[in-house]
Each structure stands twice: as structure tokens, then as C-alpha cells.
């Protein structure tokens, strides 16, 4: 995107081809302060609907948005270079959320009775909050908004989206799906706004809370901001999930769930597989089948529905991948697929696997978020605990294993991260709670864990008022 404050306008750049597309004007502080009071004012009506009035909206979205999953699609390929295949499966599985939330959320914010020895009617509610302000990266641009907004509208609270700067027309589209859908006017609003007015929108009286996806320094910079003004938020940041090869697991099997790991939205995602920790004993054959499985991601025109990697989301996000690479291999790793930007226009990186990876090396101590396999090697299983442990991060982790009691014992008790799988690749799923620890965040989204994050767990007690002459008023 061009300079956002010389020119004033998001441009979209075709990730794979280099070209200018479209322009959209961005707004100004005085608008977003303007569209969060407004959306203030419409969510005291909203949260006063019935749980099967705001389904019946968030169910239409869902049905709007599986009518729509071409155009979507082909929006995010322009804006950011997803797959098509992808992008028709992000939009899917928002539809699926939609529906989940429309179906659910009256289960999951029923009132709670307490028992309480003769203190009367006790129970807890849950009360919207208010306003929301969602802070969303770029990677799933429809995903991650869809994942807050279907359960946070759905508890009754209002909206207004800051989106990453690069996907401007995705940003509008779902405002407009929303709004199709029967969301009265002002409850969702999207707003084009630079980041450096973020802190400010957060300090406005009408914002209640915030949610946040998107790196480590912006959570910094956001979760300043709101403990400055006493705002929840929840955050959602990088990761740098270890996958752990067990001595007992079949290397071509395990191979194949870490490609699928690590190449999850071209390499671009949170929960992506990033580091491989293998024990000595299967490290060859595991390297061997890991380079076989990860050569099958062969970069292709994102247009088409068979290709597999297309373009990532900009030359300096290529670029920066690029760096972690060379910086990595000159300081011991072995470059063993990959690692070489092609020699055309735009962003384009292949499928690459570095082995010897250690500490001291960026694939080692950082995020690499791109196409870039890391495989580290353990002595044995106490040593590769210890290794995935060490790091900034603790969103998701795996186990992979042809032990599953095994695998069960060091991803339930062993592993420092917000979600570990045995013999499968994290994923996110409306049904199970999603988040990290440490620098990958806290708070969470989906399930019942998530949809309680920006509600107001009220406790509720009702007994019977005892006048003076000891006769109760009924
Ligand atoms: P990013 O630069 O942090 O951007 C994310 C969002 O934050 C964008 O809307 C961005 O706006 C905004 N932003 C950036 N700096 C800000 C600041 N100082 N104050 C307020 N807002 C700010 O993240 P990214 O590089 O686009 O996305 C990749 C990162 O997100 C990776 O680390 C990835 O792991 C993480 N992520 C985490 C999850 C999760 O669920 N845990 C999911 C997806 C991605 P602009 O675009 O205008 O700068």
C-alpha cells in the first residue's frame, strides 16, 4: 500500500503481479470517533434483540457469504495473493462459523444458576460490553474478522473494524455482507484508518474493549493503549509452533502432516508449523520425506484452483523472509530446498527447508512467516520438550508419534502453548477454544471461551425484601 498519510488513500498492489489496482479513500480520526459514537448509539438497540432475532442475521450472513465465495475469493487474491482454493475455503468456513454462533450463542450465554445456602435467586448473566474495536491482520482477511465479529455480535455487542492496511476491498466487503444480511445500520462499521490512530480510537468513550490480531509490536502498542484507559483486550499474535518427531514415527507419515503444518495460507499463518524438532534417530529420513513432501507446494498463478503457493503478500514481507533465510544459513543451517527468490514480478518465494537449525539463527529464534521450514535437532525426547519450550511464543504446538498415550501425556502436560495436537495439524475451529501464551497473546476466541471474552460476567442475586415488622413485601 502507498503512503497512507502523504496520499490519504489505501492502493492496492497486486501481490502477483506488481500492479496498481484499485484506490479507496481512508478516513480521518474525526470520522472513526464519529462512526464509534454512532455505533454506540446503535448497539443499545441491538443489544436489546432476542438471541433468534440477531441468528436470523448472522445465519443470512453466512448464506450471503457462501453466494458470494468466488467474488471473496477473488478479492483476497488480488489484495493479498491467497490461492483461490483457499480463499473459496476461508469463505466457507466463515459461513460455518456464522452458522455455528447463529446455533449456539444462546447456549453458550444462558444464565448460570448458583447455589447459595439461603441467599436467594443467584445466578450470573452475561451482558454485551458495548463497542468492540477489532484490530485484524491481512493473512485470513475475511477469517479473522468473521472468527471476533459472529460471536461478539451475537452476545450483543456493536463493532468497528480497523483492518490491515493492504486489504481494503475485503475490509468493506464484510461491513456490506453484514449489512446485507438485516445488521441494522451503524452496528458493524469498517474503517480504512492508518494504525497510528488506533491508540487514539481507543481512548474514545464509546469504545468498550478491544481485540487484536496481528504481530507482537502491535499488541504492544494496542495493549499500552487500553491499559492506559482501563479497556479489556484480547490478543491474538504470532507464533512460532514447534512440531515434535518422536523416535516412533513413521517419518513419511509425519512428514506430510508437517508440510500441511507449515504451508497452511503459503506459510502466512500464526498457526503455522515453523519449527520441525526432530529426534536424532529418524532425523535423515524425516529430512528426506520433508523435502519430498514440501517440493509438492510448487508455486503456481493464484487465479487457478489447482495451484498450491502463490505469491506472499508483498515484496517486503518476501524480502524479510528472505533475509531470516540467508541470515540463518550464515550462521550454520543447511539449506536443503528452496531459498532463492525467483526472477520475475512480484512477491514470490518457494516452498524451503533448512536443517541444522539452532539457536542464534533467526529460523531458530524468530517467526518466519513464509514457506520456510525449520528442522531442529534433538537428542532425545526431554531435550526436544525443552527446545520447543524455548521461545518467545506459545500458540500452537504438535506431536507427532506412533505412541498416541504418548503423544497424549507431553502435549496435555508438557508443552507451553494455547493449543497442542497429536498427529495432527493445529487448526481453528469455532468448537474449540484458540489462543496462545506469552508473547503469542491471551484471551480467547471461539467456543465458549471466546464468546464470554467481551462480555460483562454479571452475578445476579434476588431475595425477597424484609420490612421491619418482619412480614415480607412479595
Ligand atoms: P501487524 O503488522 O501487527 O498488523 C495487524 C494489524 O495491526 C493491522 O490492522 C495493522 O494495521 C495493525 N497495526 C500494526 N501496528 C499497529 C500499531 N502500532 N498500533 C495499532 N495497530 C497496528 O501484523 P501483520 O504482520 O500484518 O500480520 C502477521 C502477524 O500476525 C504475525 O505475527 C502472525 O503470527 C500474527 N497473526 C496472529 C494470529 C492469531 O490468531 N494469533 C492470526 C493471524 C496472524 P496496518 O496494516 O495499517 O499497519
Not at 480504512?192 to 474514545?204: N, T
Not at 505469491?311 to 524479510?320: C, F, G
Request: glycine share 10%; charged share 25%; aromatic share 6%.
Amino acid at each position: 500500500m502507498a503512503d497512507q498519510d502523504s496520499a490519504a488513500v489505501a492502493e492496492v498492489i497486486n501481490p502477483a503481479t506488481g500492479a496498481k489496482g484499485k484506490h479507496y479513500p481512508l478516513n480521518s480520526l474525526d470520522e472513526a470517533l464519529k462512526a464509534a459514537e454512532r455505533a454506540h448509539a446503535a448497539q443499545r438497540d441491538w443489544r436489546r434483540t432476542s438471541f433468534a432475532d440477531r441468528a436470523a442475521v448472522i445465519g443470512k450472513a453466512a448464506e450471503l457469504l457462501r453466494a458470494r465465495a468466488d467474488d471473496y475469493a477473488g478479492l483476497m487474491t488480488e489484495e493479498m495473493g491467497k490461492t483461490v482454493t483457499d480463499g473459496r475455503a476461508e469463505i466457507e468456513k466463515c459461513a460455518a462459523h456464522c452458522d455455528w454462533f447463529a446455533e449456539h450463542a444462546e447456549r453458550y450465554l444462558a444464565d448460570q444458576p448458583i447455589d447459595v445456602d439461603g441467599a436467594g435467586d443467584v445466578f450470573v448473566t452475561f451482558n454485551p460490553l458495548g463497542v468492540v474495536l477489532a484490530v485484524m491482520p491481512w493473512n485470513f482477511p475475511f477469517w479473522q474478522v468473521i472468527r471476533f465479529a459472529a460471536p461478539a455480535l451475537m452476545a450483543g455487542n456493536g463493532a468497528v473494524l480497523k483492518h490491515a492496511s493492504n486489504v481494503p476491498g475485503c475490509a468493506l466487503a464484510i461491513e456490506q455482507v453484514l449489512r446485507d444480511a438485516g445488521l441494522p445500520d451503524g452496528v458493524f462499521r469498517t474503517l480504512l484508518l492508518p494504525s497510528k490512530d488506533v491508540a487514539k480510537l481507543i481512548e474514545s468513550p464509546h469504545i468498550a474493549a478491544v481485540s487484536l490480531t496481528g504481530s507482537v509490536a502491535a499488541g504492544k502498542s494496542v495493549a499500552a493503549a487500553a491499559g492506559g484507559v482501563l479497556k479489556k483486550c484480547v490478543l491474538e499474535l504470532g507464533g512460532s509452533d514447534a512440531y515434535l518427531i518422536l523416535d516412533d514415527a513413521d517419518a513419511g507419515a509425519a512428514a506430510k502432516i508437517s508440510a500441511r503444518a507449515r504451508m497452511v495460507n503459503g506459510g502466512q499463518s500464526c498457526i503455522a508449523g515453523k519449527r520441525f524438532i526432530v529426534l536424532d534417530s529418524v532425523k535423515q529420513q524425516f529430512e528426506e520425506a520433508l523435502v519430498d513432501a514440501m517440493r509438492g507446494f510448487a508455486i503456481g498463478d493464484p487465479t487457478e484452483a489447482a495451484t498450491k503457493l502463490g505469491p506472499m503478500q508483498s515484496v517486503a514481507a518476501r524480502d524479510e523472509v528472505h533475509e531470516q533465510v540467508e541470515a540463518s544459513i550464515a550462521k550454520g543451517a543447511k539449506l536443503l530446498l528452496g531459498g532463492e527468490v525467483p526472477d520475475k514480478a512480484g512477491a514470490w518465494y518457494p516452498a524451503t527447508v533448512l536443517t541444522d537449525v539452532d539457536a542464534g539463527q533467526p529460523a531458530h529464534d524468530e517467526e518466519i512467516f513464509g514457506p520456510v521450514a525449520a528442522i531442529i535437532s534433538a537428542k532425545d525426547e526431554a531435550d526436544a520438550i525443552r527446545i520447543a519450550n524455548d521461545s518467545e511464543f506459545g500458540l500452537g504446538s504438535g506431536v507427532l508419534t506412533g505412541d498416541i498415550d504418548r503423544g497424549c501425556l507431553i502435549a496435555r502436560d508438557e508443552l507451553d502453548a494455547g493449543m497442542s495436537f497429536v498427529n495432527e495439524n493445529v487448526r481453528s475451529d469455532p468448537r474449540m477454544p484458540f489462543g496462545g501464551v506469552k508473547h503469542s497473546g491471551y484471551g480467547r476466541e471461539c467456543a465458549d471461551y471466546g464468546i464470554r471474552e467481551f462480555v460483562n460476567v454479571k452475578t445476579v442475586l434476588v431475595k425477597p425484601l424484609q420490612v421491619s415488622d418482619g412480614s415480607r413485601v412479595e
